[in-house]
T-cell receptor
Framework: GAVVSQHPSRVICKSGTSVKIECRSL??????MFWYRQFPKQSLMLMAT?????????EQGVEKDKFLINHASLTLSTLTVTSAHPEDSSFYIC??????????????FGEGSRLTVL | RKEVEQDPGPFNVPEGATVAFNCTYS??????FFWYRQDCRKEPKLLMS???SGNEDGRFTAQLNRASQYISLLIRDSKLSDSATYLC??????????????FGKGTHLIIQP
């Protein structure tokens, strides 16, 4: 099946710094990628939809200036958490769908990135 | 009422037993339904889609009741490897795209030897 890779899998940073998380589709072209956040014992929440070559669409309540998303190519989307604070500590997961997929019934998820802000 | 509700568990079940859990959803216009499995600190992986007529995949059976707005998952002859969190996922659109997905918090299942 299709593979989506995320990096880094774990990151610890100091409050006030910025962290970049990469999401790559390894064997298919992803025109659309999605970024989720999952707090402990909570459900995955969609943060934003990233479309190649255009601006991301953010869900209500998600600050676009704090969570910068860049989808510069068909195989790479990045999420940058700017000026991170401890409350940003979470599990960030990306997912992608193939260009031609419509009713595949399956998303391809990255392995997730666990961010801890001290 | 939350969009997708699940009993968080944990469900502690002996190996070989049958276990079932449900999920309710609030949006009656929801179009497609899925069960995902998520192992601890890992990404979710699709277990199976849920069809109106009910569907089975090996030891797993999924049912959808649109009238009552609930989805169920039945696991027969449970294995130790079935221990995981099972996420109920509802999409307001048809198909598998992520645009309209709503995830439940998950039901934690522990299979005991």
């Amino acid at each position: 099946g299709a593979v989506v890779s995320q990096h880094p899998s774990r990151v610890i940073c100091k409050s006030g710094t910025s962290v970049k998380i990469e999401c790559r589709s390894l064997d298919f072209q992803a025109t659309t990628m999605f970024w989720y956040r999952q707090f402990p014992k909570q459900s995955l929440m969609l943060m934003a939809t990233s479309n190649e070559g255009s601006k991301a669409t953010y869900e209500q309540g998600v600050e676009k200036d704090k969570f910068l998303i860049n989808h510069a190519s068909l195989t790479l989307s990045t999420l940058t958490v700017t000026s991170a604070h401890p409350e940003d500590s979470s599990f960030y997961i990306c997912s992608a769908r193939t260009r031609d997929a419509s009713n595949t019934g399956e998303l391809f998820f990255g392995e997730g990135s666990r961010l801890t802000v001290l | 009422r939350k969009e997708v509700e699940q009993d968080p568990g944990p469900f502690n079940v002996p190996e070989g037993a049958t276990v079932a859990f449900n999920c309710t959803y609030s949006n009656s216009a929801s179009q497609s339904f899925f069960w995902y499995r998520q192992d601890c600190r890992k990404e979710p992986k699709l277990l199976m889609s849920v069809y109106s007529s009910g569907n089975e995949d090996g030891r797993f059976t999924a049912q959808l009741n649109r009238a009552s707005q609930y989805i169920s998952l039945l696991i027969r002859d449970s294995k130790l490897s079935d221990s995981a969190t099972y996420l109920c996922v509802v999409n307001r659109y048809s198909g598998g795209g992520a645009d309209g997905l709503t995830f439940g918090k998950g039901t934690h299942l522990i299979i005991q030897p």
